[in-house]
């Protein structure tokens, strides 16, 4: 059974640092993987879909890399700003099912 | 405006009356999903559509029915809810789930009492 884990759970960091958050699957029989946000009381919103196939994407100051042979995911973050307060939530697909993991909760600080 | 809408927002009821989450989208998706948020537990997949009259069961459908009789509209039923589904429920809609980005509702809340 698939199962996806983020680490860390939580981070603070003053603003303009550089970040990384972690994703890690155990079952690489994937067809994408995708980065969302989610803000306190708010629905999702997508970031970045890599596909199987795909090693990275990026938007803006954001860049996912995916390695599939390891079962993992990164989502960079540069310059971070306190608007990029959030849970970050990586999710795996499979045809029709999607995985998620339990998330990353950013804090930056002015 | 591209969306995904959910009704109600809130809801509070009890253990055994029936009720219904209407979840619609305006963008064409062929694809269609229902989650729960769960604190310690993450969002887990109820039910998912590839398109319609077709629909499959997620990680946790239990309780949980749905139908697909139109490409924009994926209701959830609960028949009979019970205190253990009282949860934050999001609809979700996507072109192609292989190939596309996934678009979320802003989310029910359901209290069952």
């Known amino acids: 059974k698939q199962e996806v884990t983020q680490i860390p759970a939580a981070l603070s960091v003053p603003e303009g640092e550089n970040l990384v958050l972690n994703c890690s699957f155990t079952?690489?029989?994937?067809?994408?993987l995708q980065w969302f946000r989610q803000d306190p009381g708010k629905g999702l919103t997508s970031l970045l879909l890599i596909q199987s196939s795909q090693r990275e994407q990026t938007s803006g100051r954001l860049n996912a890399s995916l390695d599939k042979s390891s079962g993992r995911s990164t989502l960079y973050i540069a310059a971070s700003q306190p608007g990029d307060s959030a849970t970050y939530l990586c999710a795996v697909g499979n045809t029709g099912k999607l995985i998620f993991g339990q998330g990353t909760t950013l804090q930056v600080k002015p | 405006e591209a969306q995904v809408t959910q009704n109600p927002r809130y809801l509070i009821t009890v253990t055994g009356k029936k009720l219904t989450v209407t979840c619609s989208q305006n963008?064409?998706?062929?694809?269609m999903s229902w989650y729960r948020q769960d604190p310690g537990l993450g969002l887990r997949q109820i039910y998912y559509s590839m398109n319609v009259e077709v629909t499959d069961k997620g990680d946790v459908p239990e309780g949980y029915k749905v139908s697909r009789k139109e490409k924009r509209n994926f209701p959830l039923i609960l028949e009979s809810p019970s205190p253990n589904q009282t949860s934050l429920y999001f609809c979700a809609s996507s072109f192609r789930p292989r190939a596309d980005t996934q678009y979320f509702g802003p989310g029910t809340r359901l209290t069952v009492l």
């Open positions: 963008m064409n998706h062929e694809y």
């Open positions: 079952d690489s029989a994937i067809y994408n």
